[in-house]
Nanobody, 125 residues
């Protein structure tokens, strides 16, 4: 499956931005999905995860209450609504897909099999 993230751009602190991730080459309903981000000089870090059916979500503590992950299996798409953005949210955001598996915490990069090209979010103070 191929993934493509979009929707990044510049935004002022306190503002909002919505990211999209569109998949092709495979039905998105077969995959658990996640968002990660990477800032310059830092490791890629977990942002949010959503289960196959969309009934379970997990968030990094740093974004909990501000970001919302969702998915539309009919549209083969996943979304990340980001509100009350902070300069610390500046990063390249990546979407990822995971095949079924057990003993997953869903917040580690190696738990995801497919990755899309990222989209840059820049939050200015």
């Amino acid at each position: 499956v191929q993934l493509q993230a979009s929707g990044g751009g510049p935004v002022q602190a306190g503002g909002s931005l919505g990211l999209s991730c569109v998949t092709s080459g495979g039905a998105i309903r077969l995959y658990a999905l996640g968002w990660f981000r990477q800032s310059p000089g830092k490791e890629r870090e977990f942002v949010a995860h959503i289960s196959w059916g969309g009934d379970k979500t997990i968030y990094a503590q740093s974004v909990k209450g501000r970001f919302t992950i969702s998915r539309d299996n009919a549209e083969n798409a996943m979304y990340l609504q980001m509100n009350n953005l902070e300069p610390e949210d500046t990063a390249v955001y990546y979407c990822a897909a995971s095949l079924p598996g057990s003993d997953r915490k869903w917040n580690r990069t190696y738990e995801y099999n497919y990755w899309g090209r990222g989209t840059l979010v820049t939050v200015s103070s």
